[in-house]
């Protein structure tokens, strides 16, 4: 016998954009479910840097882009949160670098740094005098020049732990395999239907938010939609297990001066050692090295972290590396989004943020399109949906890091909690 329930929005995957979306609509009174299929934040989000930027690396080639301006209110948006200020309460978000940090060297110092003179980047980047750098760029060897920007680092777990914790009744884990949409001829969703350990489980809504980021493509092929298409831009990261006592968040410049940079680093406590740390590398090495294995890949991180750093010993350090997808609506000619996109049909809305830092911007269109097709609070918000489905799916848990695998395999089961 199949079990049938009602609530206003179903949100399809539980990555940051779905947990934002879901906190969002909670505030405004909406009964909103997120299903998730693996870890709470097990794709792009986990294998994310962290990074809340504001698009200036976006602007390299000397020319704000369309990207670099539709971003550039971001960090403020996200510190606001932080401060308990903003659209959502992200106080207590462990934050792992309050700025990061780009470095260019001596060769195209006066290019730089007439660009980085400009009005429109007031505010936005600093130059820091020696005596101002952080500790790791405080050595005799270093040349060029470090400037500060307006962007930061969080720790992907805590923001997962801090967006999901409250709402832990109102997220559920389920078989992507069992997952099928009964849809009218026009192509409304009348409901979805899921298979749980008590059985057959119809849920009912106002509307269905698909938020599963590379998995949206399988979906909307379910679904039998053609348009909007999804595209793949994929990476090779690096993962450095490093003993070196001072953590690194900066964007290293290339010589060509280009739209990526030549090195993205952050670094991320090493659960398994006290004090030490994981440097996660991605920038033009991880896009130009999805053509190399990993033993040329690492080999290749090792060689330009070695020039770019040469007072950092790395001869015990232990490497690695991985690919990941970042899924995106498919623009002409492969170019990249320059907002989060949301795209309305019937009553499905297909999402994706294209980039961390403009998760918010993604919940704010798809507020806006609720709003604007007068879409309000409708279930009694009695919280039985949640109870009974409780009763059928279990919380899925929370990502954590590649690296945890990699480097400690006590540590790569996700976090879970259940009470079931």
């Known amino acids: 016998m199949t079990r049938s329930f009602s609530t206003d929005i179903v949100i399809i995957g539980g990555g940051i954009a779905g947990l934002w ?28 840097q962290g990074i809340i930027h504001g698009g200036l690396k976006y602007a390299l080639s000397g020319v704000l882009s369309p990207a670099s301006s539709a971003i550039a209110a971001m960090p403020e948006h996200w510190r606001r949160c932080l401060r308990g200020e903003g659209d959502v309460d992200l106080r207590g978000c462990r934050v792992l670098a309050p700025h990061y940090f780009m470095w260019s060297g001596g060769g195209y110092r006066s290019r730089l740094k007439t660009f980085l003179g400009s009005k429109s980047l007031r505010g936005r980047i600093d130059t ?28 992907t777990p805590s923001l997962i732990e801090l967006l999901s914790s409250p709402h832990r009744d109102r997220i559920f884990k389920i078989e992507a395999d069992s997952l099928r949409a009964s849809v009218t001829d026009s192509g409304k969703i009348k409901s979805i239907e899921l298979q749980s350990r008590s059985g057959a489980v119809s849920i009912h809504a106002q509307r269905y938010v698909l938020c599963a980021g590379e ?19 994929p990476l090779h990261m690096v993962v450095v297990r490093t003993n070196h006592p001072q953590p690194v968040y900066v964007h290293c410049i290339g010589d060509d001066f280009g739209m990526t940079p030549r090195l993205t680093i952050t670094s991320h406590p090493d659960g398994s050692r006290e004090g030490g740390w994981i440097w996660y590398v991605g920038g033009e090495l991880a896009e130009s ?11 290749e991180g090792r060689k ?12 015990s350090a232990q490497w690695s590396s991985f690919q990941i997808n970042r899924a995106e609506p498919r623009l002409p000619n492969l170019q990249r989004p320059d907002t989060a996109y949301v795209n309305s049909q019937q009553n499905l809305l297909i999402t994706w943020p294209t980039k961390l830092a403009l998760t918010p911007n993604l919940s704010d269109t798809v507020c806006k399109e609720l709003a604007h097709q007068q879409i309000t609070p409708q279930s009694s918000g009695s919280g039985e949906p949640a109870t009974v489905l409780t009763e059928c799916f279990d919380f899925p848990g929370i990502a954590r890091p590649r690296w945890d695998a990699i480097f400690n395999a006590d540590a790569a089961q996700p976090h879970t909690d259940s009470q079931s």
């Open 215 to 233: 998995g949206n493509g399988a979906l909307l092929e379910m679904l039998g939609i053609a348009s909007p298409c999804m595209q793949t831009r």
């Open 304 to 315: 330009q972290l070695s020039e770019s750093f040469p007072w950092v010993d790395f001869s």
């Open 128 to 155: 820091l005098s020696a005596a101002k750098y952080p500790p790791f760029f405080q050595h005799s060897d270093i040349s060029g020049a470090l400037y500060q920007l307006s962007d930061f680092v969080l720790d």
């Open 21 to 48: 979306l879901l906190n969002r609509l909670r505030q405004q009174g909406f009964d909103a479910i997120v299903l998730e299929k693996s870890a709470l934040g097990s794709g792009q989000t986990i294998a994310s």
């Open 289 to 299: 090295g999805v053509g190399r294995s990993s033993e040329e890949q690492q080999a």
